[in-house]
Antibody
């Protein structure tokens, strides 16, 4: 059974950094492209970043480019999101998600999410 | 960026009703359109991928159709457990984008 468990969320001041982790199990992590998706309180869903299965390519939405870094450790079956220069508009629940094995770019499995609050 | 416009934003229906939710893309997305259901406090769940393919384990009362810029999710006979918010999503081009959601309430 696919399991994704995010951690690392919390309250952080504007301009500071936070690193999220997503522990994966139940599938061969190193075979799958992975993503972070976020949802601001009572708002819609927003794709944040994607990383290719071997870490060779990454994709970001414009609003986080240069501030966020997606990475992975296939030996530890773990996905990361380093978030720097945080802004109040980054406040959201952050979900880790798998892209399917068929090389499409939708999300099939999701973790329960971790909440990030950016506030002074 | 491709904008995804969903309608209606709020829908109230009775058990047994046939329900449709619409999604319009700002440009052709070549049927790379998915539907997700989200319940309060939970992660989204994939219902349908690539317009009309039912994800494993999803009941057959859910179906999808469409092409070009216009897509529809249909629930043939609404069940009490179908309440929640439904989002369309395009993966035709970057950045990947979601619709703003349709909140489905059971009367």
């Amino acid at each position: 059974e696919v399991q994704l468990v995010e951690s690392g969320g919390g309250l952080v001041q504007p301009g500071r950094s936070l690193k999220l982790s997503c522990a994966a199990s139940g599938f061969t992590f190193s075979d799958y492209n992975m993503a972070w998706v976020r949802q601001a309180p009572k708002k819609g869903l927003e794709w944040v970043a994607t990383i290719i299965y071997d870490g060779s390519r990454t994709y970001y939405r414009d609003s986080v480019k240069g501030r966020f870094t997606i990475s992975r450790d296939n030996a530890k079956s773990t996905l990361y999101l380093q978030m720097d220069s945080l802004r109040s508009e980054d406040t959201a629940t952050y979900y880790c998600a798998t892209h399917p094995f068929n090389n499409y770019w939708y999300f099939d499995f999701w973790g329960p999410g971790t909440m990030v609050t950016v506030s002074s | 960026d491709i904008q995804m416009t969903q309608s209606p934003s709020l829908l109230s229906a009775s058990v047994g009703d046939r329900v449709t939710i619409n999604c319009k893309a700002s440009q052709n997305i070549n049927k790379y359109l998915n539907w997700y259901q989200q319940k309060l406090g939970e992660a989204p769940k994939l219902l349908i991928y690539n317009t009309n393919n039912l994800q494993t384990g999803i009941p057959s009362r859910f179906s999808g159709s469409g092409s070009g810029t216009d897509y529809t999710l249909t629930i043939s006979s609404l069940q009490p457990e179908d309440f929640g918010t439904y989002f369309c999503f395009q993966h035709n081009s970057w950045p990947l984008t979601f619709g703003s959601g349709t909140k489905l309430e059971i009367k």
